[in-house]
């Protein structure tokens, strides 16, 4: 007797067979490096109580002096007038000058020094980081004893020895500062070359026959930035300290109120006319506090190691 075999239907196959689900019809969402930077920023707290500090402080010394018009340098009271006074609200120094007044005024000299150094500071050490990274050999090693002997130099006696020979001024400060701040940078930027100049995309950009010029500033100097900036950011702080330091040796510009010069000026007299030293002194805290807390969040924000934390 023959078996008589029935084939499933179709429909019943099709119900037997395991399901597969099916592709979600909005395209995955790939987030871009700087968006997922920008984010992790936000999150951290101390970052933006940074930022908000640094903001406040640029507010004031951009705006201040048409909100707040005076002369820095102008006599305005009796000396040693003690805070909350009516005619001065900070009180005034030893010679009856206004403290507020000077500090509003000199938070511009201070801040632009610092930044204009910094940024000097960071060109010089990017270019000569590059080159020594990328060509490596002779190059290199001359790139890198040049370093070494910027690096040995006791940094604030030689920019001393800079402002001395020429005239105290805002100009020759921050040419000063920058010129011998730029090691640190130097360095990072040749270990973060050393780290790119062998990888893949690097050598096809080469195979294809991209000029080195192409290859430095346009292929590894984006993927090398990160820490840079990071670098960069710590550096204007370094700078900011650094000017206060020589104004309060007397090589400041004497033409120019800074918050070294105030603290200079009056060291003679912090028993008597504390807050003459006391609230320069406040101002560049918490102008440096907030470009560190800026630079760590930076770090940790670009860091994608520190990222996964």
């Known amino acids: 007797m023959s078996k008589v075999i029935t084939m499933p239907s179709a429909a019943a196959a ?3 067979a395991p399901k597969i689900p099916k592709a979600s019809a909005a395209a995955v969402r790939v987030e871009h490096p700087g968006t997922e930077a920008m984010r992790m920023f936000l999150r951290n707290p101390a970052a933006i109580a940074g930022m908000v500090m640094l903001v406040l402080m640029l507010a004031v010394a951009i705006a201040g002096p048409w909100l707040y018009p005076a002369d820095p340098f102008e006599i305005r009271t009796a000396p040693l007038t003690p805070p909350f006074s009516e005619d001065a609200w900070l009180g005034s120094d030893y010679l009856g000058r206004d403290v507020l007044t000077a500090l509003i005024y000199g938070g511009r000299a201070t801040l632009l020094v610092g ?3 910094a940024l000097l500071s960071v060109v010089i050490g990017i270019t000569l980081g590059a080159f020594a990274g990328y060509y490596g050999g002779k190059v290199d090693a001359a790139l890198m004893k040049l370093t070494e002997f910027f ?3 006791p940094a604030l006696l030689f920019a001393m020895v800079v402002v001395t020979l020429f005239s105290p001024t805002l100009v020759t400060v921050t040419l000063a500062i920058g010129i011998v701040s730029w090691t640190g940078t130097a360095r990072l930027t040749r270990a973060e070359f ?3 100049r062998g990888l893949e995309f690097v050598r ?3 195979a294809i026959g991209a000029r080195d010029a192409r290859i430095i500033w346009k292929v590894i100097l984006p993927n090398a930035l990160p820490p840079l900036v990071v670098s960069a950011t710590l550096a204007i702080g ?3 300290l650094f000017e206060a330091g020589l104004s309060f040796l007397g090589l400041g510009d004497p033409n120019q109120m800074s918050w070294g010069l105030m603290i200079g000026s009056s060291r003679q007299y912090v028993l008597s006319c504390w807050w003459a030293v006391a609230f320069p002194g406040a101002a560049i805290f918490i ?5 560190s807390l800026i630079g760590d969040g930076l770090n940790d924000a670009l860091n994608p190691k520190l990222r996964e934390r």
């Not at 102008?287 to 470009?291: E, G, I």
């Open 238 to 240: 370094a700078a900011i």
């Open 194 to 196: 050393m780290k790119y």
């Open 287 to 291: 102008t440096v506090l907030a470009v």
């Open 115 to 117: 930044a204009v150094a």
């Open 204 to 206: 096809a950009e080469r």
């Open 14 to 16: 099709s119900s037997k």
């Open 151 to 153: 690096q040995v130099l």
